[in-house]
């Protein structure tokens, strides 16, 4: 069974620092990309970056300039570095893996548990 773990998350005051890891366990052999998304209270769950195997990028607007997604395909891992934060950024952010393939499965899409971020003063 294939899980994605995160860690990382915690709070820091506006202008501060972060760094969400994702690690997905079990046999795996490929993934076509990993991502993560975020959800504050009373909002939808909203895309915030994503990279594929082969090293593509895609960023909200809202997060340009700020954060930096980055993979390691040998770790099937994926990191997101936030910088700037701001008040707006305070989420449950979720690591997302798309197209999981592994000996005996093919899972379509899976998420991590969440975790919090908090940038308040």
């Known amino acids: 069974q294939v899980q994605l773990v995160e860690s990382g998350g915690g709070s820091v005051q506006p202008g501060g620092s972060l760094i969400l890891s994702c690690a997905a366990s079990g046999n795996i052999v490929s993934i076509n990309g990993m991502g993560w998304y975020r959800q504050a209270p009373g909002k939808q769950r909203e895309m915030v970056a994503g990279i594929t195997s082969g090293g593509s990028t895609i960023y909200a607007d809202s997060v340009k300039g700020r954060f930096t997604i980055s993979g390691d395909n040998a770790k099937n891992a994926v990191y997101l570095q936030m910088n700037s934060l701001k008040s707006e950024d305070t989420a449950v952010y979720y690591c997302?893996?798309?197209?999981?393939?592994?000996?005996?499965?093919?899972?379509?899409?899976?998420w991590g548990q969440g975790t919090l971020v908090t940038a308040s003063s």
């Open positions: 997302n893996a798309v197209r999981v393939v592994t000996p005996t499965d093919t899972y379509l899409e899976l």
